[in-house]
T-cell receptor, first 116, second 115 residues
Framework: EAGVTQFPSHSVIEKGQTVTLRCDPI?????LYWYRRVMGKEIKFLLH????????ESGMPNNRFLAERTGGTYSTLKVQPAELEDSGVYFC??????????????FGEGSWLTVV | AQTVTQSQPEMSVQEAETVTLSCTYD???????LFWYKQPPSRQMILVIR??????QNATENRFSVNFQKAAKSFSLKISDSQLGDTAMYFC????????????FGKGTHLIIQP
């Protein structure tokens, strides 16, 4: 069974450009999460999808970030325009259920974003 | 807001030794979950062990065990008979159902197992 896959694995863009990160969750997982780790800081929750609906987007830093999950399968996270402080690792995770009892969240390897 | 603190940015031990990674957290809730995740170099982050706060018994998974001290809000991870493959970043994480949908993570501890 394929795990959570993320693309691209690494991206270097200039300040002001746009970058789109993609996440393919494990097949059948309705719950999809985006997290971000800025260098030297904690991994921070960005948002949570249940199928195609945004369940919680309280962690999205500002309106330069747009996440979508059309059709409830893969998700994209677009940063437009990118700023220097957006550099970091963007993790995607998925799970069958949201509640933690008896449930496991699976993470992808992350997409490294460097804004120069 | 919940916070998770990992006070050891990096640790290094010899293969076969036992190592303990520390984690403290802050919450006013009584029901929550605690986790240790491991991220090897260039690999996915995987769940090592979990603990439900309502369970008094410390969780154990093979060579990995936790020391959960609820009153002290401490959740340390013990790795026995450490192996080279244990080299990784270890993240302590917290979740309680009444807050945001995501996990709250610590900054991580980089554990290096020396041959």
């Amino acid at each position: 069974e394929a795990g959570v896959t993320q693309f691209p694995s690494h991206s270097v863009i200039e300040k002001g450009q746009t970058v789109t990160l993609r996440c393919d969750p494990i097949s059948g997982h309705d719950n999809l999460y985006w997290y971000r780790r800025v260098m030297g800081k904690e991994i921070k929750f960005l948002l949570h999808f249940v199928k195609e609906s945004k369940q919680d987007e309280s962690g999205m830093p500002n309106n330069r970030f747009l996440a979508e999950r059309t059709g409830g399968t893969y998700s994209t996270l677009k940063v437009q325009p990118a700023e220097l402080e957006d550099s970091g690792v963007y993790f995607c995770a998925s799970s069958q259920r949201h509640r933690f009892s008896g449930n496991t969240i699976y993470f992808g390897e992350g997409s490294w974003l460097t804004v120069v | 807001a919940q916070t998770v603190t990992q006070s050891q940015p990096e640790m290094s031990v010899q293969e076969a030794e036992t190592v303990t990674l520390s984690c403290t957290y802050d919450t006013s809730e009584n029901n929550y979950y605690l986790f240790w995740y491991k991220q090897p170099p260039s690999r996915q982050m995987i769940l090592v062990i979990r603990q439900e706060a309502y369970k008094q018994q410390n969780a154990t998974e093979n060579r990995f065990s936790v020391n959960f001290q609820k009153a002290a809000k401490s959740f340390s991870l013990k790795i026995s008979d450490s192996q080279l493959g244990d080299t990784a970043m270890y993240f302590c994480a917290f979740f309680e159902g009444g807050g945001a949908d995501g996990l709250t993570f610590g900054k991580g501890t980089h554990l290096i197992i020396q041959p």
